[in-house]
């Protein structure tokens, strides 16, 4: 699936890219061609303009035409390529320099609009081929007549930059939809990667969801059985399989609480309720509903509050936040260890809540993973002890959606100390 929508979405872009260069391409050709032949527009303007004032004094009557032939031959006139003719109304050819092509003079239709308007801008070809332009203007003759002067000179220098640009303007593009694809390809890759380790996240979620419930519920059907077999049996008989239906159906209780919780932050649907909060006092309350679970595993339990302290946030997420850390220090510590609750003011306009223990500690390559869901350091003491494996990417969401921060320090045999920061009021 993702193999088809990375290539779709290369092609998409290539494509998207190829239409802009081609776009692009075009608009700068068709200025470059236009500028070009402005210029020689521009050129052929200023030629014939000056030759015109030149000439127009010294034109002879109609039908004289040797006279004329003498002033427009010469070897600055034909310099640069440029030829220039003088033609009739009608067209004809009278007069002009000897490297001008009959074959490539303006047409009749050119020299008329020349007539009409002053002067005519026409592209033709000489006889061997070549491209030329050429710029119509009328002339006025002594004692009557019309008479038109043609300059112009051969455009293959600017079709062959025309041409050359055309080249370099195709292979750009080719090489740059060449280097697209692949950057496209790259870059397509880079994308869909978070969306793929969403939907593989997703998927693990789901089949370690499937795992967790369907041992309680194996427990709870198994339990069921037996007393199904008993039906006669008092209930004190069938105690301990019933402890273990009420023990099951508790955990999964929490296991669905908790899954569905974090399905909906993943949503963007676990809305905070915003308050005051007083974060010492709220220290003191989780400290007393934790006191007894302490006592029932001995393991001592302080807590330390610095002082009042109160932030803006929701209280019954940062009372979870603080029983989940308590519960997990408390569970995973043996008899005879003690657990640490802290709440300070830091530095700066932040409070930190600091959950330690004297447990077990963490080993140093589970650290980088006790966050994520259903992860377990020792999967068969977090089973007796009921965890779910969902507490802490819980507590990891709550001090994130306060936007503070969670971090864990540990050493295998000494403890285990979890700490959160979270914007305090001043």
Known sequence: MFGTARWRLTVWFTLALGLILLVTGAAVYLTARAVLYDQVNSDL?????????????????RGRSAPLRDIVIGPAFTAGGYFYALVGPTGEFLVGTPNVDPEGLADADAVQEALL?????????????????VYVVRLERPRGGELLMEVGR?????????RRLLLVLAGGGGAALALALA?????????????????DSQRAFIADASHELRTPLSVVRANAELLKRHPSQPVDANREALDDIIGESDRLGRLVGQMLTLARADAGQAALSLSEVALDELAEEVARGMRLLAEERRVAFEVDVSGPLRLRGDGDRLRELMTILTDNAIKYTDAGGSVRLEVRRASGAKATVRVSDTGRGIPPEALPHIFDRFYRVDKARSREVGGT???LAIARWIAEAHGGSIHVESVPGVGTAVTVELPASR
Do not use: C, K, N, W
């Not at 308007?117 to 332009?133: C, I, K, N, P, W």
């Not at 950057?183 to 939907?199: C, D, E, K, V």
């Open 45 to 61: 303007e200023s030629r014939a303009g000056r030759e015109q004032r030149l000439l127009a004094p010294r034109l002879p009557a």
């Open 117 to 133: 308007d002053g002067h005519a801008f026409v592209d033709t070809e000489s006889s061997e081929g070549d491209s030329l332009r």
């Open 154 to 162: 051969s455009t293959e220098p600017e079709r062959q930059a025309l």
């Open 183 to 199: 950057g496209g390809y790259f870059l397509a890759g880079l994308a869909l990667r978070p969306i793929r380790a969403a939907m």
């Open 389 to 391: 494996g969902l507490g």
